[in-house]
């Protein structure tokens, strides 16, 4: 079983830890594919880890690096960064792509946390 790593409250989750942290996860899952060179990526984490808190019991929010995990980063198309896809059940139910409010990133996750 991989071992699951935080940063704040978001789980960090690499190309070798995806599909079990993600694919087999029993509450929704967004994924934010960031990096370290991408401005837009550092202005949302800070809201990222406070709705990680908010919907802690009701969704997992998770990190991953694509510069270090490419395979899962080609498999899903990330193309621009942030993107952040929201999966349930194994498969991707919504996405958004570039950084936004967090009042907008609230609202986002509020469809898709009570699924």
Known sequence: MPQETT???LTTVTDATFAELVLTSDRPVV???WAEW???C???E?????LAQEFDDRM????LNSDENPQTTRR???MSLPTLLVFRRGEV???IVGSRPKLHLRQSLTLHAGL
């Open 7 to 9: 940063v704040g409250s």
């Open 46 to 50: 800070k809201s990222l880890v406070e």
């Open 76 to 78: 899903y198309q990330v």
């Open 42 to 44: 550092k202005m949302i």
């Open 93 to 95: 139910v919504s996405s």
């Open 38 to 40: 991408c401005p837009p």
């Open 31 to 33: 994924v934010d594919f």
């Open 60 to 63: 997992v929010i998770a990190k």
